[in-house]
């Protein structure tokens, strides 16, 4: 029953920014967590870029931290995920998922989103 749909990828030049949003559905605010992964080309997927508590608590990895930003709206049903200063090596697929559980272990996350393509490139 819960849905996660993320947008706002594309194609971006080394140095640019990119506002990732997901949407979801399906659940209550108070019992779950959303986290923001990654998962570059040829590369396994990482841990948690970012994750927000369902009582809205954040934080970020350290290989991030300062660049990306996580934010929720509650009432609109959106997680945002906000990119600065973006480098070739963030090249990869993004996903947003959905878990009972305040981790940034993706395994811990029951619901996945389908992905949205963030490509850094000149």
């Known amino acids: 029953q819960v849905q996660l749909v993320e947008s706002g990828g594309g194609l971006v030049q080394p140095g640019g920014s990119l506002r990732l949003s997901c949407a979801a559905s399906?659940?209550?605010?108070?019992?779950?967590?959303i986290g923001w992964f990654r998962q570059a080309p040829g590369k396994e997927r990482g841990g948690a870029l970012c994750?927000?508590?369902?009582?809205?608590?954040?934080h970020c990895a350290d290989s991030v931290k300062g660049r990306f930003t996580i934010s929720r709206d509650s009432a609109k049903n959106l997680v945002y995920l906000q990119m600065n200063g973006l480098q070739p090596e963030d090249t990869a697929v993004y996903y947003c998922?959905?878990?009972?559980?305040?981790?940034?272990?993706?395994?811990?996350?029951?619901?996945w989103g389908q992905g949205t393509q963030v490509t850094v490139s000149s």
């Open positions: 998922a959905a878990g009972q559980y305040y981790s940034v272990v993706g395994n811990d996350y029951n619901y």
């Open positions: 399906g659940f209550t605010w108070d019992y779950y967590a």
């Open positions: 994750v927000v508590s369902s009582g809205g608590h954040t």
